[in-house]
């Protein structure tokens, strides 16, 4: 039986949109958008852009398409596994999707085209790099045309990432708030007025956003022989957004990255001790996909990378997220991706129908979850019951390698101090006895003096 | 006229506005704005192109030799 779902994300372009079928992602190009595929197949820029890492690559189908009287061609992206968005980046990671946007719409120029849009959601990670993901992005360059995609960039980058970096790094979550990345109107009036001292944010954020509000009220577009500009400044232009962005930097407080290593929970001995049980475990559940939850500085989805395995790190520190990652790109691993993530107050759907931009636990299910020392924090700041943390647990994946943090450990006690004691119960009995109802103990291994465990879980119905 | 017919109509004017300006609203003022700092841009790029012609094309072969 043939099954086909149409996307209910891919309604913006009238040049194509996505479908599944049988499972497939395919993506319809219509025949309105001919011209321009064809120059981009035919022109070079495709396999330059591929051959560099910068577009992701996809095959032509001989299939009718989903609505046959306007295709032109079938397409199959290659998958990405795991989809982000941007409020779950990191500031380099950021950084580094508006460099990739830039470096894209200036080899466009080169070779006759120019990107039509310049969305942030049109790049993804993949191989612990950024890649444009949106084949159908690319239109012919027109002689004297302007870059219809420049306020979408400088909304849905180069504001959130000013913002990001001069004022907080949760400004970031604003992209959360509109999918529209931060209006400029916005972006200035949360900009310090220090924003003034650097040239490139004066000319395109705030003398920009003047313009735009000047006019705001027009309806009607100007007439192209109003607004004609050269293709040297249009490349003038990618290059002052390049080194504006570049000038952009973030640094993580020097307490938070210090204080993983004065974290006195574990002798050298029992982190030793730790990391062989942890990869142990992993190479026994024989997945192929972890998310490491509370991945901390990434020490343990560093292991499960070297094993092999595709791994998301989540973390809901910044500066964590930023240091996991550039330690990634230093290495050149491919398989880890960090993300931000408060485990609280996760991603949401969001969008139209709020299935634009699918919530975090839509977007795949992990073969194993790993949660080290996570569980208490769950507990006691989140104050969440422990039967809600198995139920939460067995609906993500089959395999849980959990390491239990006692009752009587100094951060348990620390954390339970904070709050006066006004949480749910919290022991070991009461986690075997929650996590036993959805899970069989397959394996439990004391790891510090102090009484601190691994379990490795399965899930009753795996 | 249904309101098919009107709805059709409707579709299609946007379309042949969308192959002129494109599906996303680029924004009047953005437009103006480029078209106003083109010339400096142009100016930034030449020199830019430049330098970067200097440094890599004869300076290197300047030290190579």
């Given amino acids: ?462 | 006229m249904s309101s098919f017919e009107s709805l059709y109509g409707a579709l299609t004017a946007v379309s042949s506005s969308m192959r002129l300006w494109g599906y996303l609203d680029p924004g009047t003022g953005s437009m103006l704005f480029q078209v106003l700092v083109a010339g400096l841009l142009s100016a930034s790029f030449f020199l830019r192109s430049g330098a970067r012609y200097i440094r890599d094309g004869v300076l290197l072969k300047l030290r190579r030799s």
């Fill in chain 1, 1 to 462: 039986m043939t099954t086909q779902t149409l996307s209910s994300v891919s309604f913006r372009d009238p040049a194509g949109f996505v479908y599944c079928q049988q499972g497939d992602l395919r993506r319809q190009v219509n025949l309105v958008y001919r011209e321009h595929y064809d120059r981009l197949m035919a022109g070079g820029l495709y396999e330059e852009l591929v051959g560099s890492g910068l577009l992701v690559q996809h095959e032509e189908l001989e299939a009718p398409g989903w609505e046959p009287e306007l295709a032109y061609k079938v397409i199959r992206p290659e998958t990405i596994p795991f989809l982000s968005y941007p409020y779950e980046w990191s500031f380099r990671q950021y950084r580094d999707a508006a460099l990739v946007a830039l470096e894209i719409q200036r080899r466009a120029l080169l070779r006759g085209m120019t990107l039509k849009d310049c969305s942030v959601y049109n790049l993804q990670f993949h191989r612990g790099r950024p890649i444009f993901i949106d084949t159908l992005s690319f239109e012919t360059y027109r002689e004297g045309s302007p870059w219809m995609g420049y306020r979408q960039f400088c909304e849905h980058f180069l504001a959130p990432l000013a913002l990001m970096s001069l004022v907080d790094h949760r400004l970031s979550q604003l992209c959360r708030a509109s999918l529209e990345g931060v209006a400029l109107d916005l972006a200035v009036r949360l900009l310090p007025r220090r924003s003034w001292l650097r040239p490139g944010l004066v000319m395109h954020l705030h003398l920009h956003e003047r313009l735009q509000r000047a006019h705001a009220d027009e309806l009607m577009p100007p007439s192209q022989d109003r607004v004609r500009m050269s293709k040297r400044a249009l490349l003038g232009l990618v290059d002052s957004l390049e080194a504006t962005v570049r000038g952009l930097r973030w640094k993580p407080r020097d307490s938070a990255w210090a204080s993983y290593y004065q974290d006195n929970s574990y002798s050298p001995d029992e982190f030793d001790r730790k990391a062989r049980l942890v990869r142990e475990l992993l190479v026994r559940t024989r997945g192929e996909s972890v998310w490491d939850l509370g991945a901390n500085t990434g020490y343990f989805s560093r292991i499960a990378c070297e094993l092999g395995l595709r791994t998301v790190a989540f973390d809901s520190d910044p500066a964590c997220v930023e240091r996991i990652y550039q330690e990634a790109r230093e290495r050149g691993e491919t398989r880890l991706l960090p993300l931000l993530l408060d485990l609280f107050n996760p991603s949401p759907g969001l969008g139209w129908l709020n299935q634009e931009r699918a919530s975090i636990f839509e977007r795949g299910s992990p073969d194993l979850v790993m949660a080290l020392a996570l569980i208490h924090h769950l507990a006691l700041t989140g104050n969440q019951p422990m039967d809600n943390l198995a139920e939460f647990f067995r609906r993500l994946a089959p395999w849980l390698v959990l390491e239990f943090v006692p009752e009587n450990d100094p951060q348990v006690r620390s954390l339970s101090a904070r709050r006066f004691g006004a949480h749910h119960a919290y022991n070991r009995e009461i986690f075997e006895k929650c996590f036993s109802k959805h899970f069989l103990i397959i394996l439990s291994e004391p790891v510090t003096a102090a009484g601190r465990t691994l379990y490795l879980l399965r899930r009753r119905d795996a």
